[in-house]
C-alpha cells in the first residue's frame, strides 16, 4: 500500500496501470546491480579474477593436468564447504568439522585393522559415528542454548584428544596401520579416492562428487521445505518457531550433514592414503568456515547459498596450488588466503550495500 | 483494495457457534508462583467483532493473550474455545483450534522473500517424496492474491520481507494467519512501533480481517486506536478487569480516562484542587464514570 510509507525517492517510472497493479514505489534496480547483490555472482567474479591471474603469472596452470589439481584440492575442502555452508545458513559453526574427518577415518581404518573385517564395516561404523558427533553437537546447542562456537570448540579439543590418545592406545603409533591389502579396499577405493580421464587428464572423483552434492544442496535449499527452514531458523530462530518450523530438528540436522561430510572426506583421506595420521585435521575448520563466507554465507546466518562456496573452496584451491605452480614461496600460502578473505568479505559488503540501495 | 468479491473462502473451516462466539473467558486467571498476574477476568471473542484489550505496561495483557495464544496456562477460571474448555500445552495447538497470534516482533524472519515468509512452515509442495519440491508458482501466486485481498499491493514478493515497512510487516502476517485458517486473531500491540499513519494502514487490515467474519483480539494500550476498530473494551489494571464495556456503553473519553488513570485521577482531583495551577475542570468526577464497571453483564451485543 502506497499509504504504508512516504513515496520512495526517485521513482523510476510511473505508477504501472496495467493489469499488474503494483504500488509504484520501487523502481525496478539495473539487471547487472541486481546480479551483483547476490553474494555467490561476487565470489564467482573473484574467483575468476585469482583465475586469470594465476593463468597470466603462472604458464604451467594452463595445462589439462595443473587444472584437475587444482580442482582435486578444492574439492576436497568444497566437499566439507557445503555442509559447514549450510550449517552457517542455519545460523550455527561447526569448529570440530576438521578433526571429525580425521575421527572419521582413524574409526574406519582401525576398526576394519583390528578386528579384521572388510573394510566396508570400518566404512559403515564411521559414518554412524561421524553422524553422532554430528547429532551430539547438534543437540547441546539446541538443548542448551548455548553459542555453537562454545560447544563444537568442546568438541573439538575432546576429538583432537582422543583421536590421538585411542590412535596411540590401539596401534601404539600416531597413525594407522595400512589397511590396503584388506578386503573391499579396492571397492571403497573405486567410490572415494578413485580417478578417472577425461581427455588424457586424470581427474580425481572428489571433484565429481563435489559438483554433484553442491547441485544436489542447491536444489534442497532453494526448491524444498527443508531448505526453507534453513534460511528460517537461521534469520530468525523465534519467528520459526512460532510459525511451526521445526527449529530443533533442522538445526540437529544439519550438524549431522556436516558429519556426513567429515565422514566423506575421512573416507576420501583413508582409501586415498592407506594410513591415518591421528594429529591431523586441526585448523581445517577454519578453511571450510573461510570457504563459506568467501563465498557469500552470512556468518550470522539466514543467508548465503550453495554454490557460493563451491566457487570460495575453489579459489583457495586454485591459491594454494597456484602459488606451487608460480614458483612462488610457499610459506606466502596462508597470507595470501588471509587478504583474499578478508577482501572477499570486503567486496561482498561493498556490493551489497551498493547493490541493495533502494 | 481490489477483488473484494471472494470474501473469506478458506477461512471458516469450523462454523462457529450459533451467536458467533469463538473464545471466552470464564474468571480466569494466572499466577506465576505466589504472584497473581490476573485474576478474575473475563473476555468473549466474537465471530466478526473485535474485542480490545487495553492496558497500561504491567496490567496483565500479555498475560492474558499467552494464555489464549497456548503459550501458558491458566491457573484459575474456564478457557473455552466454541464453547468448551480447554487448556492448550503449545502455541501449535492453540493454531489447530484456528487461534492464531500476530506477535510484534515475532512475526517474520527479514532476510527472506516475501511469499517464503508468507508460507513458511505450512509450504506447498508438489510431486512424490525423494523429489518433493516447493510449488513456488502457487505459493507465489496465493500469497499475492491473498495479500491483494486484504489490500496490500506489493511490487515484487521476492523482496526480503526486512525491506517492507513495520506496517506492512505487520499486515502480511495477519494476511497469512487469516489463509491459514485462523478463525481468532490475537494481535499484541500491532501498532505500538508504527507511526500514524502505518497505524492507520493497519487498523484498516484489523477491519478487513474482522470484516471476513474473524473474532480480532487486538492488545493495545492507545485507546483511540481501539475506539476506531472496536466493538467490544476491556481495560486490565494490576491484573484485573477495570472496565468491560461495549462500544454503545462507553465513550472515547470515558475510555480514554480509564486508561489514564481516570477513577484514580478522580479520587486525587480534591488534593489536586488545592494545589495552585492545576486545573481540574478537565478531570472526571468520580460519577462521570458511569460505564459499567467489571465484571460486565452478560450478553453484550
Given at each position: 500500500m502506497s499509504m504504508a510509507q512516504q513515496a520512495g525517492p526517485a521513482l523510476g517510472r510511473p505508477p504501472a496501470a496495467g493489469p499488474e497493479q503494483t504500488d509504484g514505489r520501487t523502481a525496478r534496480r539495473p539487471l547487472a546491480l541486481r546480479l551483483l547483490a547476490r553474494p555467490e555472482v561476487g565470489v564467482f567474479l573473484g574467483a575468476a579474477a585469482v583465475l586469470v591471474f594465476f593463468l597470466v603469472v603462472a604458464p604451467s596452470v594452463r595445462q589439462g593436468s595443473s587444472m584437475a589439481t587444482i580442482l582435486y584440492q578444492s574439492s576436497t575442502i568444497g566437499i566439507m564447504a557445503l555442509p559447514v555452508a549450510l550449517l552457517m545458513i542455519g545460523g550455527e559453526f561447526d569448529l570440530s568439522a576438521g578433526v571429525a574427518v580425521i575421527t572419521s577415518a582413524l574409526t574406519a581404518s582401525m576398526l576394519s585393522y583390528q578386528l579384521t573385517m572388510n573394510v566396508w564395516t570400518g566404512v559403515i561404523v564411521a559414518l554412524v559415528v561421524s553422524l553422532a558427533i554430528g547429532f551430539f553437537n547438534g543437540w547441546m546447542v539446541v538443548r542448551t542454548g548455548l553459542p555453537s562456537f562454545l560447544i563444537t570448540l568442546g568438541t573439538f579439543l575432546i576429538l583432537q584428544g582422543v583421536n590421538l590418545a585411542v590412535t596411540k592406545l590401539v596401534t601404539g603409533n600416531v597413525a594407522t596401520d595400512d589397511?590396503?591389502?584388506?578386503?573391499g579396499f579396492d571397492q571403497a577405493r573405486k567410490v572415494f579416492a578413485s580417478s578417472f580421464d577425461v581427455g588424457g587428464v586424470q581427474v580425481k572423483i572428489t571433484v565429481v562428487w563435489w559438483l554433484v552434492f553442491a547441485a544436489l544442496a542447491t536444489w534442497v535449499l532453494l526448491r524444498t521445505r527443508y531448505g526453507n527452514w534453513i534460511f528460517a531458523v537461521g534469520g530468525n530462530k523465534e519467528s520459526a518457531r512460532a510459525v511451526g518450523v521445526p527449529v530443533t530438528f533442522t538445526k540437529i540436522s544439519l550438524f549431522m550433514l556436516v558429519g556426513f561430510g567429515a565422514w566423506f572426506i575421512g573416507m576420501h583421506n583413508l582409501f586415498s592414503f592407506n594410513t591415518v595420521q591421528s594429529g591431523e585435521g586441526v585448523g581445517q575448520e577454519l578453511i571450510y568456515i573461510a570457504a563459506a563466507v568467501i563465498g557469500g554465507c552470512l556468518l550470522t546466518g539466514g543467508a548465503g547459498s550453495a554454490i557460493g562456496p563451491v566457487f570460495g573452496a575453489f579459489m583457495f584451491g586454485m591459491v594454494n596450488q597456484g602459488i606451487v605452480y608460480a614458483g612462488w614461496n610457499p610459506d606466502w600460502f596462508k597470507a595470501f588466503l588471509g587478504v583474499m578473505l578478508l577482501g572477499a568479505v570486503l567486496i561482498n559488503l561493498w556490493v551489497q550495500r551498493t547493490a541493495t540501495r533502494r | 483494495m481490489t477483488d473484494d468479491k471472494t470474501h473469506g473462502t478458506v477461512v471458516q473451516d469450523a462454523p462457529p457457534a450459533d451467536d458467533g462466539l469463538l473464545v471466552e473467558l470464564r474468571k480466569a486467571g494466572k499466577s506465576y508462583g505466589n504472584i497473581r498476574a490476573l485474576h478474575g477476568v473475563d473476555l468473549t471473542v466474537h465471530a466478526g467483532e473485535v474485542t480490545c484489550v487495553l492496558g497500561d505496561n504491567g496490567a496483565g495483557k500479555s498475560t492474558l493473550i499467552k494464555i489464549v495464544s497456548g503459550l501458558h496456562q491458566h491457573t484459575e477460571g474456564e478457557f473455552l474455545v466454541d464453547g468448551v474448555p480447554v487448556r492448550f500445552s503449545s502455541p501449535r495447538e492453540a493454531l489447530d483450534r484456528g487461534i492464531a497470534t500476530v506477535y510484534q516482533d515475532l512475526a517474520t524472519v527479514p532476510l527472506m522473500p516475501v511469499w517464503r515468509n508468507f508460507f513458511l512452515g505450512s509450504e506447498m509442495t508438489r510431486g512424490p517424496w525423494p523429489v518433493r519440491r516447493l510449488d513456488i508458482a502457487a505459493m507465489k501466486k496465493t500469497a499475492d492474491e491473498e495479500l491483494r485481498r486484504m489490500g496490500i499491493v506489493l511490487?515484487?514478493?521476492?523482496?526480503?520481507?526486512?525491506?517492507?515497512?513495520g506496517g506492512q510487516r505487520q499486515c502480511v502476517a495477519i494476511a497469512r494467519a487469516v489463509y491459514f485458517g485462523a478463525r481468532v486473531l490475537i494481535l499484541d500491540e500491532p501498532t505500538a512501533a508504527l507511526g500514524v499513519k502505518q497505524s492507520g494502514v493497519v487498523l484498516k487490515y484489523i477491519a478487513a480481517a474482522r470484516d471476513r467474519g474473524l473474532g480480532v483480539i487486538f492488545i493495545t494500550h492507545n485507546p483511540h486506536h481501539a475506539y476506531m476498530v472496536g466493538d467490544h473494551f476491556s481495560v486490565l489494571r494490576l491484573g484485573t478487569l477495570e472496565l468491560s464495556a461495549s462500544r454503545a456503553e462507553v465513550s472515547l473519553e470515558e475510555l480514554t480516562n480509564h486508561m489514564a488513570g481516570g477513577a484514580e485521577l478522580a479520587a486525587l482531583k480534591h488534593e489536586l484542587a488545592?494545589?495552585?495551577?492545576?486545573?481540574?475542570?478537565e478531570l472526571p468526577e468520580?460519577?462521570?464514570?458511569?460505564?459499567?464497571?467489571?465484571p460486565s453483564p452478560e450478553g453484550t451485543p
Open positions: 589397511i590396503s591389502d584388506m578386503d | 511490487d515484487d514478493l521476492e523482496q526480503p520481507i526486512g525491506t517492507l515497512s488545592q494545589v495552585r495551577g492545576v486545573d481540574t475542570d468520580e460519577e462521570d464514570l458511569t460505564a459499567p464497571v467489571a
